[in-house]
Every structure is written in structure tokens, then in C-alpha cells.
């Protein structure tokens, strides 16, 4: 007798739900996924506990008719696709067929669903149905799904905290309402609501139901087009940064994916913007022919593949980076309001409170009412010992004032002019540090050496592109540099990169080479110690970037030679620093990001000196 048997259906259901339903957030993402593809322009996901004891999704899409009602909890049922050739244009979230199943065979799941003329409800528990008759005739599906890997105990125990398990779905779902504007979601734990959305359609009304009006305000719109994709969306001003590439959501043709290539992209394109390991929040929409992704990579349906994906990452680059440099504008410091009481916020564990002004001040908590006692009965079965933390309290803020309009300084006149550097007179110098000046509006200080770094940069940036100039230093005595036999074998494949950044090395023996010349335009009595840091740069990188090479070539250049702090200054020098810095390409930051002007209004003073009253 053979050895090899066939395994029953329930079993292979258990097996597909471990890549499938890896936590909570998991059922939510397949059941909201679904109610989208309904149609639906109101979703409700109901939390007891994060998820483990109950999920439930209330929608008011199309519906189900008894026949696909008890056929989509058998695998491979889907609605999406008919044949192979449906496969490579996929423009509906779910495909695979695998959800429903998967989720049913490790919970207890209760589906009441009516398409408007007949109303069907089941019961299954672990994967096999329990009950099955007529339902009430609302239109859309009401699916609960109860105790949550019941039958998979090793499932359960590996399980995150409960502040964990809600932040992920929490995430999820502000994802989900910024790809779908348009509909209406809500979001409710153990009773009290997390999140609430119009579904007006407005992005910039999601994003301040998300991150508060204040953020809101501060992005800016962008879009544009090749010949095969579109995009669309919001990008944050540069003071406004966040630790990591979480707070960059990329949607394509409405699904929200992980692709490093363009998140990367999105951070270049703020290039000399941003502060050092600072990332900005980034709403990219993406539209283009289904037939030029591939989103069947991997059961979570995260990970796509994207044709013609250079053309793409240089449309991205482009777009934001335009309108990003054509908004920029000095940081204006207003007078803080009083405050009247703590101030409130929409629950979000994705994001840091808008009043952050320092990457390391962790975001306050506050406790919120969990079930220890209920939840630790529950695990005590399987021999768990959870640790249970208190999660966010949201203090639900009204969002009505989101209603009226924003300020628009991103507007398509802005994108094609940009921010005007202002008229501004000398006053005088702090600390040897900041230069103080004056105009119509306000006063400004200026950090001396961030602008002369910005000056200095773009000098360098325009020098280091030269590379047939003959603006070089002979030395009498050449410049000697010494590496190890493996550093001195990438050297040699790397000489006509030094070369396109002002490097010119020659080999001097196997591990040993020299310079007898270098550009005149190199930060005088830096030379060697320049030289020194761009063969470092090529050693780093095993395959080298001959125009990122010249960015940084041009910004360590720019550092070294502009002036430092502590140092003072003659009336005329910071004079002749801002008439420079007024010619400068971007004048508002340093190629390191900082920022180089800051702007304090008129009117801010005068109500701090009681001048105006109101």
C-alpha cells in the first residue's frame, strides 16, 4: 500500500491558514478587502480584545445569495478571476480564494449576508458548518469571527501583547482609509472608538482624522504622469519628520504594498531636505495597467512586482522632489496658544503626536480598561502567561473644523513659482553663531554656517559635475595613500569613478598609489583629508554611484569650508552671505536638511508684548 494519501479538506485548510492568518490583523485585512470589493461605501470593524475573543465586519456591499454564501467558505472559491488570463490584470484586492476558508478553519465564524432579495446566516466552528438557515434581508454581510485560533494553541501562545495586536490592525485600517477615501470606515475596541472617517472622498480629511488638522495642513499635494502610470498624493513639509519609513504608505491601483525601491525612492527625493535618519510622512497613489503588476508573489499580497519599475522610481523622484523644493519656505515660530486643557487626539499608533519636537520623546500613554482577568482565563488553557500593557486612550477630538478650507500654500501657482526669498536688512549677530536681519514682516536669524554650507554646496555640486576641467594643482611632491591588497584591488576598478568627482589616483605598486593633482576649487588645507573621504566612500559601496559620489563629494566639501560657529562676523560679510544665499537654488536648507532661516512674525511679537489683544 502507497504512503502517500490525499489530506481532507479541513486539514489543508489549517496548513494554508498558517500563511494566511498570521494574527488578527490578518482576518481584518482579508474581511475588509472583501467588503471593498463589494462595493461597500460604509465598513464597520467591531474589536473585543484585539481581535483574539472577537472581529466582527459589518459592511453594505452587493451581498451574497445562499448558494455563494456557503460556497466561499470552500477553497479556491473566489468571485475575482475565471480563467489564467484573469490572473496577470487583477484590479479587485482578493484573488486567491484562500481567506475565507482559512480564517474558518482555526475560529468560530458566524455570516449573516443578503444581496436585497434573500438572507442567508451560517454558523461554522473549525472549519466544518454548524448551522444553516435563512437570514434577515439587510443589504451587505455581517461576518463575526469568535475565538481566534482556538484549535491552534501554538498559534495563540505566540501571540504579541494586546497594545501590540491592536496597533497593527489600528495601522491597517488608517491604511485602508487613506487608499479609500470614499468610504466611510470604523474602527471600535472593546466598546470605544478608534477611528472615524467621513468617506467624503477628500485625502486631506482622512489625513487629518489620522494625524490632526495641524500635519493636515502642513502637506503637500502632488501628481503626475508617464506613459504608463499615474500618480497622486500628499507629501509632508520637511519640518515635519518621523523615525522611520512607516509613515510612507504606497498604494497601487488601491492595494497597499511594500516595495523597498520606491520607499527609497520617496526619501531620495527629499534629499538635502531632511535631517540625518529622519523620514517625512508620504502618501503615494499609484495607477497604472494591471497588467504591469504582479501581485500574486505572496499570500499576504503585499509584495508586488512592477514592470517598466525604472520609469516609475524617476516619475516618483521627480514629482515629489518638485513640489517638495518649490514649497519650502522658512519655519515661521509663533507665539504657543494657552493651554486650556491636554489636547486631544486621534487614537494612532502609527504616528507621533503633532507637538513632537524630538525624535527620542516617546509618545504619552494613557491606560485603557483591558480584560486582564477575563483574557488570562481564556490563555490559562494553553499554559500562556501574557503580558498584558495598557494601550492608547484615544481622547476622541471633533474633526468639523477639518471642514473648512486649508491653507493651500502647495497650490499649482506655488508648485510652478515657489516661496520667494525675502527683502531682509542686516541687524546684527548673536553668539557668533546666528545672523540676526529684519524686513516688513518680522525678523529673521539665520544660521551662518547652514547658509553658507547651502552656498558652498551647490558651488561644489556645479564643480564636481566639470569633469573636463582644467582647474587642477600640479604638487611638487605627490600625496601618497596606502591600502590593503583587497582595497587596492576595488580602487583600480573604481579610478574612473574618482576621476568623474576630481580624484585623479594613480597606481604607485600593488597596494600603494598617488595624486599629483587635484581640482584648485578644492576647501584649501582640506585637500588630502577630502581626497581621503571620497576613496572611503568608493571602498564602502561594493558597486559605486558615479552621481551620488559627486552629492557627497559636494556636501562634505561644502562643510569643510564654510564658516563654523563662534565665529564673528563684519556688518558687510553677513551682508554679502545673504545676497548670496538669496541667489542660492534652495536658500531655506542646508544640503544636511537643518534648516537655514527661521522666521518670527510681527504680529507673534507684538501679542507677546500685549500690543495687540486679540
Avoid at 451574497?64 to 467558505?73: G, I, K, N, P, R
Avoid at 484562500?98 to 449573516?112: D, G, N, P, R
Avoid at 540625518?276 to 499570500?299: A, C, F, M, S, W
Wanted: charged content about 30%; some cysteine.
Amino acid at each position: 500500500m502507497g504512503k502517500i494519501r490525499l489530506m481532507d479538506e479541513p486539514l489543508s485548510n489549517k496548513i494554508a491558514a498558517g500563511e494566511v492568518v498570521e494574527r488578527p490583523t490578518s482576518v481584518v485585512k482579508e474581511l475588509v478587502e472583501n467588503a471593498i470589493d463589494a462595493g461597500s461605501t460604509a465598513i464597520e470593524v467591531l474589536l473585543q480584545e484585539a481581535g483574539l475573543t472577537s472581529i466582527q465586519i459589518i459592511d453594505n456591499g452587493a451581498g451574497m445569495d445562499e448558494e455563494d454564501a456557503v460556497l466561499s467558505f470552500s477553497r479556491h472559491a473566489t468571485s475575482k478571476i475565471e480563467n489564467e488570463h484573469d490572473l496577470f490584470r487583477i484590479r479587485t484586492l482578493g484573488f486567491r480564494g484562500e481567506a475565507l476558508a482559512s480564517i474558518a478553519s482555526v475560529s468560530k465564524v458566524t455570516l449573516q449576508t443578503s444581496d436585497g432579495e434573500s438572507g442567508t446566516y451560517l454558523e461554522i466552528e473549525g472549519g466544518r458548518p454548524t448551522e444553516h438557515r435563512a437570514g434577515a434581508l439587510r443589504q451587505g454581510t455581517d461576518i463575526r469571527i469568535g475565538q481566534l485560533f482556538f484549535n491552534t494553541p501554538a498559534r495563540l501562545k505566540y501571540m504579541k501583547t494586546l497594545q501590540t495586536e491592536l496597533g497593527h490592525t489600528i495601522d491597517l485600517m488608517n491604511r485602508f482609509a487613506l487608499s479609500y477615501p470614499g468610504i466611510s470606515f470604523r474602527l471600535v475596541h472593546d466598546g470605544k472608538q478608534l477611528l472615524q472617517t467621513a468617506g467624503s472622498g477628500e485625502i486631506r480629511r482622512v489625513l487629518a482624522d489620522i494625524y490632526g488638522v495641524a500635519i493636515a495642513k502642513k502637506m503637500v499635494a502632488f501628481e503626475g504622469e508617464s506613459p504608463d502610470y499615474q500618480i497622486e498624493g500628499f507629501a509632508s513639509l520637511p519640518e515635519i519628520t518621523r523615525a522611520n519609513k512607516n509613515y510612507i504608505s504606497l498604494f497601487v491601483n488601491g492595494r497597499w504594498v511594500k516595495h523597498y525601491a520606491i520607499a527609497n525612492t520617496v526619501h531620495k527625493a527629499y534629499h538635502t531636505f531632511l535631517p540625518l535618519e529622519r523620514q517625512p510622512i508620504v502618501v503615494l497613489n499609484i495607477k497604472g495597467d494591471p497588467y504591469l503588476t504582479d501581485v500574486n508573489v505572496h499570500p499576504s499580497k503585499q509584495q508586488i512586482r512592477l514592470s517598466k519599475e525604472k520609469e516609475l522610481l524617476e516619475l516618483v523622484h521627480h514629482t515629489i522632489r518638485r513640489a517638495i523644493q518649490t514649497a519650502v519656505r522658512a519655519p515661521v515660530i509663533e507665539k504657543p496658544k494657552p493651554a486650556k486643557q491636554a489636547p486631544s487626539r486621534q487614537l494612532d499608533l502609527w504616528k507621533r503626536p503633532v507637538e513632537e519636537t524630538s525624535r527620542h520623546q516617546p509618545e504619552p500613554l494613557s491606560s485603557m480598561d483591558w480584560k486582564q482577568d477575563k483574557l488570562q482565563e481564556r490563555v490559562k488553557d494553553f499554559k500562556l502567561k501574557p503580558r498584558l500593557e495598557p494601550v492608547i486612550e484615544p481622547a476622541q477630538e471633533p474633526v468639523e473644523d477639518v471642514q473648512g478650507p486649508f491653507d493651500e500654500p502647495e497650490s499649482r501657482q506655488a508648485i510652478d513659482d515657489g516661496p520667494q526669498f525675502p527683502e531682509l536688512e542686516v541687524v546684527g549677530q548673536i553668539h557668533g553663531t546666528y545672523i540676526v536681519a529684519q524686513s516688513s514682516d518680522g525678523f529673521y536669524l539665520i544660521d551662518q554656517h547652514a547658509a553658507q554650507e547651502r552656498i558652498k554646496y551647490e558651488f561644489f555640486r556645479e564643480k564636481v559635475g566639470e569633469t573636463d576641467s582644467n582647474e587642477r594643482q600640479s604638487l611638487l611632491l605627490p600625496l601618497t595613500f596606502h591600502y590593503s591588497r583587497d582595497e587596492a584591488l576595488h580602487l583600480k576598478d573604481q579610478l574612473n569613478a574618482l576621476e568623474e568627482s576630481g580624484v585623479f589616483l594613480e597606481e604607485f605598486g600593488d597596494t600603494t598609489f598617488i595624486v599629483r593633482e587635484y581640482p584648485t576649487w578644492f576647501p584649501k588645507g582640506f585637500e588630502q583629508e577630502v581626497i581621503e573621504d571620497l576613496i572611503e566612500q568608493v571602498l564602502a559601496e561594493r558597486k559605486v554611484d558615479i552621481k551620488k559620489l559627486r552629492e557627497d563629494a559636494a556636501i562634505m566639501m561644502s562643510c569643510k569650508r564654510s564658516i563654523k560657529a563662534n565665529h564673528f562676523l563684519q556688518k558687510h560679510d553677513m551682508e554679502r552671505l545673504l545676497a548670496d544665499l538669496k541667489n542660492a537654488e534652495q536658500p531655506f536648507t542646508c544640503p544636511h536638511g537643518r534648516p537655514v532661516i527661521i522666521h518670527f512674525k510681527t504680529y507673534d511679537i507684538e501679542k507677546m508684548f500685549k500690543r495687540v489683544m486679540n
